[in-house]
């Protein structure tokens, strides 16, 4: 048996092993390999900036625990952002488990900006029915979702005498992991009503948004964890926020990781057709 | 380094090794795992559904309010429960045609303005894109690239001459997109990993921020 034969039957366990261990020591002894930020991240991290001081930021939570690595520093990314510049941030979900996140975020990022529930950040909670949920949200927020997630009349809460409908709102962002996500806010939310929508997604769905960038529906994108990364080190750049980023953090693992894929990839492909042209 | 004592980030961790256990083979703990995420995640549904949208939206309005109007939805919700009874299960197809018929008129028209017109004014080249070299390109590539892979699944005649240089050229465009789709798949499973490991490193062991 030669080297080629002995790897296409090398035990996947040791490939599990190696790989978990260049994922481990990255985040053990960061290796400072750097994120630079590209022109989609740019162009949502501008589109929030743009939104003038005591405006309102839409973040829809459109994920759920499975996905959190990847979209959860983003949802924290953007409301840090929102809430440096005095921006207000409703927060909505069209993912019943994203619900629970959205809870976490409302408890752990408006206390570093000083913020109060009710005047400058408001989750809206979870509605079933997609369309009618966006629909109705063009129409009057308050016919949609007449209590917030904790069950305060939305007419107690003072920021939403401000908002009353989309037309309202200058820029959201879905931060989806699928679908219902930020192709029913195109659908719903941007065709009939305008709305200006940037997207966060998953890598796995990344591929599919970039159609919608392309075309100029999409108002910036931020793909995956490296996406979040970007907005993460956009943040930082402008001295927006100085607490920890996990996205970022997680960049060098990700290096790691994926020269090891292509790698084996390479490997596996020589070993194939050297193994079978021996076949032949 | 200072271990978690809080009980519930335990109760992930043994969660998560119980999950990794399947790299090494399918095991009686992963299954124990696999089971309890997926009867969590349909008591926290059917909670969720019944306190943010059933109760609010229904039971409220028609049994507390008095609003009559909401009999009409409590009905037809009432229908989709005669799945059950063979004998009246037929009562589900009300239901069904009013969803039906609702969401296609709701849907088709947003769905052709902005996966189709929108996507082919995307795509048209239009004057604007002279203005840079690059935009121009890309533009370019963006057109060949619809044109060619449209034509890939043209299937009324036979691909040969310039039929199948353009089909085959769409298999190319196919290709690197899937090869793109491919690779930020590996990024999000790669993500998906890291996630827990920060988790492992920073929730539970902390030893790192």
Known sequence: MNLFEKLL???????????????????????????????????????????????????SVDFDPASMPELYPMLVALMRHAFARNVKVLLCGLWITGAGLADKAITEIPPEYGKTYGEDVVY???????????????????????????????????????????????????ISAGTPGFSDWLLYAQSRYGMRVGAGVTAVSAADAYPYLQSGQLTGLLAGMKGAAEYEVLLQRKNYSKAYMPAVAAMDSQSLAHIVIMVLVIIGNLAFFATRRKRR | MQISTNIWTWVAVILTFGIFSFLWKDNPFYKFCEHLFVGVSVGYTIALTWYNSVYPDLITPLFRQGQLLYIIPFALGLCYFCRFIPKVSWFIRIPMGFVLGWASGVAIPAYFQTNIIKQIQGTILTPSIFARWDVFLWALISFIGVICSVLYFFFSREHKGALKLASETGIVFLMIGFGASFGYTVMARMSLLIGRFQFLLRDWLGVIR
């Open chain 1, 124 to 174: 809206l909670g979870w509605k079933a029915g997609v369309d009618a949920v966006i629909l109705g949200m063009g129409e009057n927020i308050k016919n949609v979702f007449p209590v917030d997630y904790y069950g305060h009349p939305l007419d107690s809460l003072k920021m939403m005498q401000e908002v009353t409908r989309l037309k309202d709102i200058p820029f959201m962002v879905a």
């Open chain 1, 9 to 59: 039957k090398i035990d996947r366990k040791i490939i599990f092993i190696v790989m978990a261990v260049l994922v481990l020591f990255p985040l053990l002894k960061p290796l400072g390999l750097g994120v630079s930020s590209g022109p989609r991240a740019k162009a949502a991290f501008d589109a929030v900036d743009a939104i003038p001081p005591g405006k309102t930021l839409l973040i």
